[in-house]
């Protein structure tokens, strides 16, 4: 209520129309208040469309909610027969009615059993009415098909007057009054009561689009005030009548600082080392089998065991079945579901149409209140419509969520192999989180992947993790990054222990060089050796053919001076050596 | 045989005594809002047609919703001014200011609807 009560304020201004809450799911939303105050309202539509429910729900909770006392004027069902049907949708009107809470007054018109003799008024239903609101102090007024009385009375004009003069004197009593009307042809009433209540005129609807049923709203009229001028869907469940109000308008959710965790201590790490932001949503898309709801399944656990409420939206399995699912990896959801912190709904996406999904999405959202909400997969909506509308649910639901400060995890299921942008409906952009969880399928056998494709506002990991679903949930574990690329699972075994080979046979290799290297060193050494020992033999050679010379010449000197001394020449006329020489030479 | 016959004779006289209404007689309601000039004309009518063709064989309750606006709803009045024959049976309410007379005659079941005159008498 105080959500509506803030959309009021901002968008009325302060000397308004003065309206009546209704109480009523999404209705207070769409009028921006409620029902003009004091003043009667027209609801219209065919048969079985909901008017009485809703003129009934208007009662009851005006009497439970807001204090204010109501009566039913009812033309079609006697009072037991209201209160069997309302009690349905959880309404105790007997108790209300023995509590003056209420006033139910059946009235009953049968014309074969009428004659007419003369002219007649209506004012034995004025006094009635006003019995019965002097009886409880009524201050709410349903009339539940006042259209009743021209299948009952003849002289359309007196009926005419008679309700234009009870739509003044309700107005003059000051009460909000709802009156409903069965939809005509070509025209909002069958007997044109939209002509005498101008104030307010509100049309249900229902249909049925490629075999699903659909209700529907729209105000088509609310003279001073403004308000939604959509058709919006609406869903009568257990608890009564919801509508769903379209997108609010502007984009001003409130924004947490805080986070929460993941479940996962590995992917916190991954998203700076604290999880995902409070009221953020996050998409986590994969294909068939990669994880998305063990992941989903860990954040639940992880919220329940703080102790916050969370509802698991299944569209694919059972309760059972997941509850079973996530046991064989270690997580015990069933646990929360006793102890009433986690509600599980499965619900197959055939059963209803989109809009009627999502109503029933909101009902049981505001009922339970919770602070997480996984919605498993949001692509199964797609088999009962098109992506776009899909989309655009999805987008309200996201927005919805947002606005009530609630962590929204998504999986969708994508079927695309080669791109990991496809989040099967393009809503990523809507998203806060986006964790991608990937197959590599290499080696005969399927490895998981995931990483964080983004994270607004958040410092996070840009590295691909290996995911591995174990006995004892989810962990991360750091892939192979190596020449042969990114490797997971056993490949990833495999590719470090041919590392660890390749990296012994290259040391091997090493010390066979080494060796090889150090037997050369020690031939060049040899040869270095035998070199210098030749070089060291022929300088020796050299020398002693040096003195041998030497040698030869002194003794040829000797034998000079021996043959100079034995010819007693002057031995100090060495020129003439030479012609002596040659003398003794030519003697010869 | 005595005894009985007498019984029976005092009985016929204390229930004309009491002006208790027997199977013959009328028992009519009419339902009016004060003095509006309707009501006035309805009560009028009813009377005349009353005193004419009853003749002291009736009984008349006039209720003023206005007065007692709780008696409307357990005899499910919604217009007015409306007149309920609850005896003799068939229940039939007739509704309007009782102006016209062939109607209000009919509806109280004094003369058949097929036939043309009204026909003196209580006769149905």
Not at chain 1, 70 to 90: D, K, P, Q, Y
Not at chain 1, 134 to 144: C, E, F, N
Request: hydrophobic share 40%; with cysteine; net charge negative.
């Amino acid at each position: 209520m105080q959500a509506d009560t803030a959309l009021i304020t901002k968008s009325e201004a302060p000397n308004a129309l003065p309206k009546a809450a209704t109480g009523i799911q999404g209705l207070d939303e769409v009028t921006f208040g409620g029902l003009p105050r004091g003043r009667p309202t027209l609801i219209c539509g065919g048969p079985g469309c909901g008017k009485t429910l809703l003129g009934m729900e208007f009662l009851v909770r005006g009497a439970t909610q807001f204090d204010e006392p109501g009566v039913c004027i009812s033309f079609e069902e006697t009072a037991e027969e209201l209160s069997r049907n309302v009690a349905s949708l959880g309404f105790d009107v007997d108790a209300l009615v023995a509590g003056g809470k209420l006033a139910i007054d059946y009235i009953f018109i049968e014309r074969s059993l009428i004659e007419e003799a003369g002219e007649y008024d209506l004012e034995a239903l004025f006094v009635r009415i006003a019995h019965a609101v002097q009886s409880v102090g009524a201050k709410r007024v349903v009339l539940d098909s006042i259209e009743a009385l021209f299948s009952g009375l003849s002289g359309e004009s007196i009926l005419r007057s008679e309700l234009r003069r009870l739509f003044r004197w309700l107005k003059d009593q000051n009460l909000t009054a709802i009156i409903t009307a069965e939809r005509g042809e070509g025209s909002l009433t069958r007997h044109g009561l939209e002509e005498y209540i101008s104030d307010c005129v509100i049309l249900l609807d229902h249909r049925v689009t490629e075999s699903v049923f659909t209700r529907r709203l729209r105000i088509v009229k609310y003279r001073g005030t403004t308000h939604g001028t959509n058709e919006f869907p609406f869903l009568i469940d257990s608890t009564g009548f919801s509508v769903l109000p379209v997108t609010s308008l502007d984009l001003n959710h409130s924004v947490s600082e805080e986070r929460v965790s993941t479940g996962v201590a590995s992917l916190d790490d991954m998203l700076a080392g604290q999880g995902y932001y409070r009221g953020s949503s996050v998409l986590v898309s994969g294909k068939a089998g990669t994880g998305k709801s063990s992941l989903a399944a860990h954040f639940v656990n992880a919220a329940c065991a703080r102790g916050e409420r969370c509802i698991y939206f299944s569209f694919e399995e059972s309760e059972q079945q997941v509850v079973r699912n996530m046991r064989s990896i270690g997580i015990d959801l069933e646990q929360w579901i006793e102890r009433g912190l986690l509600q599980f709904r499965a619900i197959r996406p055939t059963t209803l149409g989109l809009e009627m999904h999502l109503v029933r999405m909101h009902a049981i959202i505001n009922r339970f209140d919770p602070r997480i909400v996984v919605i498993d997969p949001s692509t199964a909506m797609l088999n009962s419509s098109s992506e776009l509308e899909t989309r655009n649910m999805v987008l309200r639901l996201v927005d919805f969520l947002k606005s009530r400060q609630i962590t929204a995890l998504l999986t969708t299921l994508t079927d695309n192999d080669d791109s990991v942008d496809q989040s099967g409906m393009n809503i990523s952009s809507m998203v806060d989180a986006w964790l991608v969880l990937q197959e590599v399928e290499s080696s005969g056998e399927r490895n998981r992947g995931i990483f964080v494709l983004k994270a607004r506002g958040t410092a996070h990991s840009n590295q691909i993790r290996e995911f591995l679903l174990t006995g004892h949930g989810v962990e991360l574990r750091d892939v192979y990054l190596g020449r042969e690329g990114m490797l997971m699972g056993s490949a990833r075994l495999f590719q470090e222990a041919k590392d660890a080979s390749e990296a012994a046979l290259l040391r091997q290799d090493i010390e066979s060089k080494e060796l090889l290297r150090e037997r050369k060193r020690r031939a060049i050494e040899a040869q270095i050796a035998a070199l210098q020992l030749e070089l060291e033999s022929e300088e020796q050679e050299t020398q002693r053919l040096i003195a041998h010379q030497e040698l030869e010449r002194k003794q040829l000197e000797e034998d000079q001076l021996a043959m100079a001394r034995s010819r007693s020449v002057n031995v100090g006329a060495s020129e003439d050596n030479g012609s002596k020489g040659r003398m003794a030479g030519g003697r010869k | 045989m005595q005894p009985d016959k007498l019984s029976s004779e005092t009985n016929a006289y204390e229930s004309a005594l009491s002006e208790q209404p027997t199977a013959e007689d009328y028992v009519l309601r009419l339902f009016v809002t004060g003095s509006t000039p309707r009501s006035a004309r309805a009560i009028q009518n009813l009377r005349a047609i009353c005193d004419e063709q009853l003749s002291g064989h009736y009984d008349l309750e006039i209720v003023d919703i206005y007065q007692h606006p709780e008696q409307a709803k357990p005899e499910q009045v919604v217009v007015m001014p409306t007149l309920i024959k609850s005896l003799p049976l068939p229940v039939r309410r007739i509704i309007g200011d009782l102006s016209n007379q062939q109607r209000l005659l009919a509806g109280l079941d004094i003369v058949h609807r097929s036939a043309g005159h009204p026909e003196p008498g209580r006769g149905r």
